[in-house]
């Protein structure tokens, strides 16, 4: 109880502050796309055509840049949603593509091994399960295409090239790939899909909710747990999570739990 009083009677020094990160969302696919306003800016998941066009328009009529001023594209992760509109952002602009450097490695590892590995083929009973072979084809595929995207490779706890106040955290899970952005100075998290919202009532320096909002995606439990432990070491007042609301609290991912 003294824990909520004290957390609505302190208000994280970032209200106080003009906002560098800005949200772009359309109402279709409801995955985040995210405008970090600095000198130059970068672009966090451009993840469709539409998000896109939004993105371009928001920079120009009320942040009055131009798209000459984007010189980032960072990918969270590979999965389409995030990652459906580069093309289209290319077609604006030249900025680099950078995503962790985990998927290059593990796609290299792939090359040798995706014809030679085999999976006992699911069991009658089991409907819907799929064989971990056609599974490692299909995502060999989907990454050969995507690694072919990246310009840049991203390392755990380097800073990103030319906005060195943003590290990067690999936050493997529901990807190996996967990753954040953290702004230690500022105290805020780009979680692309290691941390989703869930909740419909918003965002806001509301503590009750934060318990039910978050929760952690994935499918490997252990990486699960290390990426936890890392994450709720860090200080974050604002979290910007790859799918729904953004939060803002003293205590932002105290509370996160798997699912």
Known sequence: METAIEDRQ????LVQQPRRVHTI??????????????????????????NV?????????????????????VL???HPDHTGGIASLHQACSAPVAASILARELRES???????????????GEAGRVSMTHALEISAASYTRQVQLVDIWLEDVAGLPNHL???VIASPGLT??????????SYELLSGDTIITTERSGAGFNPQERASMLVCAGRKRGQQEQTLQVLRSLKVHYLYP??????????????????
């Open 10 to 13: 302190q208000i994280p020094p």
């Open 25 to 50: 969302t359309d109402r279709f696919s409801m995955t985040n796309t995210y405008l970090i306003h600095d000198e130059r800016i970068v672009v966090v998941d451009p993840c469709s055509a539409l």
């Open 53 to 73: 066009r939004l993105l371009l328009n928001y920079l120009q009529q009320f942040l009055h840049r131009t798209v000459t001023d984007i010189d980032l594209i």
């Open 76 to 78: 969270t992760s590979f």
């Open 110 to 124: 792939w090359k040798d091994s995706i014809r030679t590995f085999t999976y006992p083929p699911p069991n009658p």
């Open 165 to 167: 106040d943003w590290r």
């Open 176 to 185: 190996p790939e996967s990753l954040c952005l953290y702004n230690p100075f």
């Open 242 to 259: 790859g799918h729904g609301r953004q939060i803002l609290a003293m205590r932002a991912i105290t509370s996160i739990r798997i699912e």
